[in-house]
């Protein structure tokens, strides 16, 4: 099992990151929440996925980040 996964991330908490290549970015599989969300666009990007970082002490706030990546390839990765 994967202990990271990486993503290309277009948009985060709603906002748009206005950035056409995305964002590359690493997650810990054992801190995340994958969804399937409508499709969105950010950045010009159609996102289809959702991942949601779990909130650690001593902040609450969970973190939201936008992919184009299908939900299927991110289980996928992270059972790699």
Known sequence: MAQVIAVTVYGQNQNDLNKPSGVAMGFSVQNI???TIPSTTYSGVA???QVTL???????I???YYTNTPIATLITA???
């Open 54 to 60: 779990l909130p650690t002490a001593p902040s609450p």
């Open 78 to 80: 992270a059972n790699a």
């Open 47 to 49: 996102c289809v996925t």
């Open 33 to 35: 929440v994958l969804s």
């Open 62 to 64: 969970q973190q939201v």
